[in-house]
């Protein structure tokens, strides 16, 4: 008895004296967040080595806005992902770097990215942590190096406090810099205070137009009968709108940019980009991966009748869309009126609290 | 005496649930699905395949499969329901899955599944699923929204149109199209094992009706398309067999 006592002494000093940092220092505690995932999404796949905390996500939303990331600090993350223009770049075509520099693609809108699998136009970025640096050092963008970054950042009590709290420690390194601007990135939600959200959650109704707009947008290519169909959803369907695939679309039957192809350099790749969620439209103009449509009236015009049947590659699941129809054209065949009302549809899918949650803005101003 | 009695009992116990010769009395089972056509393994996107019967020469970029209702047949004829499990399959990178320890170690003949899933669970809330489940829609990418359900199978690719590259999909859907596929076989699960699943994708095209894209139609979403989905599904039914059955560490 006397033995299990003393046990029982040993081991409770034995954790006592466990719990105590060897150092003095008070064990680094952090706040996890927990996404709120919007009614009817799918459960994402969150990077389980990248757990959201709110003291991550902080150090993540300083260093979007900062332009102490570019080679001149004249340039910051938020320069062409503005939330004022659902994080795209302020209705430009293509964005212009620090030093003057034209880009070569539309700037793509930031939401629901915690759904997606790769990322940017040809989807050559397997993880947000990777995509976050590239931009930083593209030398058309942010001109910067990275380790020059890390020095400026060095200098600014601000981060070594930031980093801190988000890792227990002010050691500041690359890794740690994409795995913050990561967690920022994949919190940015679109989703529930769209209209479209407030119909499926009756509290709103829909105008007869838009009604029309959401059967046609869900109903398949049916060029020569009645009713008609925009097949949209097969490749916009669901809570995201978007199936997050790399196809060829049909814009072209000579390819400029090679998309995916510029990337595995396989030929069966080329012309193959990223297929976005049509949330929060009416605020990305002008569309595709090169901005050649200012209008989402442009866009319906080509899916109309314009897709390219002798685009190399192009997406099976196009084949609706160059069907032959009595009148000896291709396309969906469908009326101005019907157009106008799925661009009405698209419409509700527009979500001003992106521009103005506060958990999204400048922490700057 | 007595005192030496307990401790060897317990040794003589230890030593023999240490037995690396007896059987477990539940296995799981392991099951690996391999893509051919014309009997070589199925190549996705790039080689251009040759399909006998109908004289098409065809390319397949993707064949997505979503399984469900597996039963195992045992020699005596009765069958273990796996009732919850299900299985996306994504062909140009095929994976495997497990049916769930419950196994009864012993001889079975057969298995049978369905290609698609029962209406409540088809039309079941889709965010309902877990990251890493097979039937949330961003892992398979297979659920049309709000509309239809789940896609059973997405057959894409392309084929020869009077020498163009012409694309085809083949998207089966509905719960009409809910598809029963039963394998015979022979197999022991006495421990635990792989099985190969084959899917003969030549047989898409040519097995209980004969389909010619340029034909028969070059696309379908399993409506208004003069019974194509019907037929492919039908197609897909016969188009399985039991392959191979490895031993594995589990």
């Known amino acids: ?365 | 005496m007595k005192k030496f009695l307990i401790p060897l009992i317990v040794i003589v116990g230890l030593l023999s649930s240490c037995n690396p010769n007896e059987n477990p009395e539940t296995v799981d089972l392991e099951v690996r699905f391999t893509p051919l056509f014309n009997n070589t393994k199925l190549s996705y996107e790039v080689e251009p395949l040759y399909q006998n019967n109908t004289g098409d020469t065809l390319i397949y970029s993707r064949s997505d499969f979503i399984f469900s209702n597996f039963k195992l047949i045992a020699e005596d004829s009765s069958i273990i329901n796996f009732e919850n499990t299900y299985a996306f399959i994504k062909g140009a990178e095929p994976d495997t899955f497990v049916l769930p320890l419950s196994i009864p170690s012993g001889h079975y003949v057969g298995l049978t599944f369905d290609l698609g899933l029962d209406s409540a669970i088809n039309h079941s809330d889709p965010s309902s699923w877990w990251p890493s489940h097979p039937l949330n829609p961003t892992l398979n990418n297979l659920h049309w929204g709000w509309t239809g359900g789940y896609v059973f199978a997405a057959l894409e690719g392309y084929y020869q149109n009077m020498g163009v590259k012409t694309p085809w999909l083949y998207h089966i859907a509905l719960n009409e199209n809910q598809t029963n596929i039963n394998l015979s076989g022979s197999f022991d699960l006495t421990d635990f094992k792989t099985l190969e699943i084959k899917w003969n994708a030549e047989m898409t095209f040519s097995n209980l009706y004969s389909l010619r894209p340029v034909i028969d139609g070059d696309f379908t979403h399993s409506s208004n398309d003069n019974g194509l989905a019907s037929k492919v599904a039908q197609n897909l039914s016969t188009s399985f067999e039991i392959g191979v059955l490895n031993d594995r560490n589990p």
């Not at chain 1, 890794?175 to 989703?191: H, P, R, T, V």
């Not at chain 1, 205070?193 to 709103?204: H, L, P, Q, R, Y």
């Not at chain 1, 995916?260 to 049509?278: C, Q, R, W, Y």
Request: net charge negative; charged share 15%.
């Open chain 1, 1 to 365: 008895m006397i033995f299990f006592k003393r046990l029982i002494s040993v081991l409770w000093l034995f954790l006592i004296f466990s719990c105590i940092d060897p150092n003095g220092k008070k064990p680094h505690v952090t706040t996890p967040y927990s996404l709120p995932i919007p009614q009817g999404f799918p459960q994402p796949a969150l990077p389980n080595d990248n757990i959201l905390t709110e003291e991550s996500i902080i150090l993540g939303r300083l260093l979007f806005y900062d332009p102490i990331l570019s080679l001149d600090s004249s340039q910051s993350c938020s320069s062409c992902h503005n939330p004022s223009f659902g994080f795209t770049d302020n209705g430009k075509i293509y964005s212009t770097g620090v030093d003057g520099s034209i880009g070569t693609r539309n700037s793509m809108p930031l939401h629901n990215l915690a759904w997606s699998k790769r990322f940017v136009w040809d989807g050559a970025m397997p993880s947000l942590r990777e995509q976050a640096l590239e931009p930083i050092q593209n030398p058309t963008e942010m001109k910067e190096n990275i380790l020059n970054v890390v020095g400026k950042l060095e200098n600014q009590p601000l981060y070594e406090q930031a980093f801190n709290a988000a890792y227990g420690d002010p050691e500041i390194s690359p890794d740690k810099i994409g795995l913050a601007l990561e967690q920022f990135m994949l919190i940015i939600l679109s989703g529930g205070a769209s209209k479209f959200d407030k119909v499926n959650a009756g509290i709103e109704s829909f105008t007869t137009e838009e009604q029309l707009g959401v059967q046609l947008f869900n109903a398949e290519s049916n060029p020569n009968g009645s009713p008609k169909g925009g097949d949209c959803f097969h490749c916009h369907g669901g809570a995201l709108f978007t199936n997050n695939t790399i196809v060829n679309n049909g814009l072209d039957s000579v390819f400029t940019d090679l998309g995916k192809g510029g990337i595995t350099k396989l030929e069966v790749d080329n012309g193959k980009f990223k297929t976005p969620s049509l949330r929060n439209l009416a605020y990305t103009p002008p569309y595709m991966h090169d901005g050649r449509f200012q209008t989402l009236e442009e866009v319906m015009e080509f899916y109309n009748s314009e897709v390219r049947s002798n685009s190399p590659n192009l997406a099976p699941g196009m084949t609706g869309f160059i069907q032959s129809h009595s009148n000896g054209s291709q396309g969906l065949n469908l009326s101005l009126s019907e157009r106008q009302a799925i661009v009405a549809f698209l419409n509700t899918l527009t979500d001003t609290q992106i521009e103005t949650d506060t958990l999204y803005q400048n922490p700057f101003n």
